[in-house]
């Protein structure tokens, strides 16, 4: 495939071939910025599907902490998305984590405010922090908060003792990095609780070798999740308040709990995003059938 | 002669996750996405020079970032790219060209050529013959379609649109979202 633009190719090639020979070893020289902080951190924020609003993914965090000043909202040509104002019908029905009244202990840390309200990931989505609620019972000092988004969205944010000691500096700047911290932030519809929530996993920076964190949210009365990995054994993670978090050996390539409506089984292929393959089979034989017409 | 390792079937993070070290990992990650992200640029700023100089911001960006990118397994790195291309033509909107600071930090000082100019001028005219995304588009279900065109290239959010099409608003995302997925998958491969 021709590229339009191969005088950039050429350029950025050169600059990467630069910046790799003044290097001593690999990625020291990114870690190396940011006030002589630590900027790179175990964190994944997947917003929506697979969307191209250039709202999605692990997104851009690069210049947000570094600016100073932060424009909230700037990412959507100045319109300023409003935050969803109450968890929908269909949320308090199906996760009673979001039926409970606010507490204190219920705020979201200021680190992942800002990273749901002032990056283009979190920004365009509306979450609406302040309807936080925390998920209780995880044994290892573990914590996760459950939060409505615009358009139906939940979002979860699910992080481990030592991501939860990371990000405690009252700061706005990346903090400092703590060995093994592991989080996952991510916003799914709310759709697809009862049918199998997509996983949101990561590539673990600290934790066991091999190992990937994740987590996800399932409907009320689930008290456990499997989830299987390709090339190894499944994982069973105990659920609490909704929310279930741990690491699996692998990628992951099923998910099963046993749900209000009874059995659910995903499966997809190893390697492939869960969230656009987890449609339930009647969808993507429809999909099929009528050339992606959508469930 | 400089034998290249093949990245073709890495992944968007594996990539990134390399590119400190191996170079052309980056190579890689620009290939792929490059279109997307001109075509982006293109439909945004309506000139052909000033979507090449943002698409080379673009890309420096992501190479001076390329540590922070954490990817679904699967998952790849456009949505990131054009959350940074977005941020660079808003940006660029205020700021003067030659105060493009990634490419500055980089050294990178481009002249783009006529010929790449006219090839995303393409990008830019919507009923240009020659608009290749335009026929890829034409290309998918009347659904996703629709949907790919309301929300993406005229940007109007999914909550109206929703509204207007009398469908949910997971179920308009989804057909974006597939959309998108399509339109990536046939410009891998379009052999322009």
Partial sequence: ?295 | MELLPDFSRASDAELLRRTASEPAAFREVYRRHERIVVAFLARRTGDAELAADLTAETFATALLHADRFRGELGDGALGWLLGIARHAWLHGLERNRSERSACRRLGIELSISDASLERVEAFIDAEHPDNPLLALLAALPPEQRDAVRAHVLEERPYRELADELKVGPATLRQRVSRGLAHLRDAINEEPI
Wanted: net charge negative; hydrophobic share 35%; proline share 10%.
């Fill in chain 1, 1 to 295: 495939m021709t590229l339009l633009l191969p005088e950039i190719d050429e350029a950025l090639m050169l600059a990467a071939k630069r910046r790799a020979r003044s290097q001593p070893s690999s990625g020291r020289w990114l870690r190396r910025r940011g006030r002589g902080r630590t900027p790179s951190r175990p964190l994944i924020v997947l917003i929506t599907l697979l969307g191209v609003s250039g709202s999605l993914g692990g997104l851009a965090l690069a210049g947000t902490f570094n600016t100073g000043t932060i424009s909230p909202q700037a990412w959507l040509g100045g319109q300023r998305v409003t935050p969803e104002a109450a968890p929908t019908p269909d949320q308090t029905a199906s996760l009673a984590i979001l039926q409970r009244p606010a507490a204190g202990s219920d705020a979201l840390p200021a680190y992942y405010v800002q990273v749901l309200t002032n990056t283009p990931a979190g920004g365009s989505e509306g979450v609406n922090v302040t309807l936080a609620r925390r998920a209780y019972g995880f044994p290892d000092g573990e914590a996760a908060w459950v939060m409505p988004a615009n358009d139906g969205l939940v979002c979860l944010v699910a992080a481990n003792a030592q991501a939860l000691q990371e990000i405690s500096e009252p700061a706005s700047q990346p903090p400092t990095h703590v060995p093994g911290a592991d989080d996952v932030t991510t916003c799914q519809a709310d759709t697809t609780i009862s049918t199998g929530w997509p996983l949101s996993y990561g590539h673990s920076a600290g934790g066991p070798p091999g190992e990937n964190f994740t987590a996800g949210v399932v409907p009320n009365g689930v008290s456990q999740i499997t989830i299987g990995v390709s090339g190894g054994p499944p994982t069973t993670f105990p659920v609490y308040d909704n929310v279930w978090m741990g690491y699996i050996p692998g990628a992951p390539d099923s998910e099963t709990f046993t749900g209000p409506n009874g059995p659910v089984t995903n499966t997809w292929a190893a390697g492939t995003n869960p969230a656009d393959e987890q449609l339930p089979t009647a969808c993507k034989k429809l999909a099929q059938e009528h050339h992606g017409g959508l469930c």
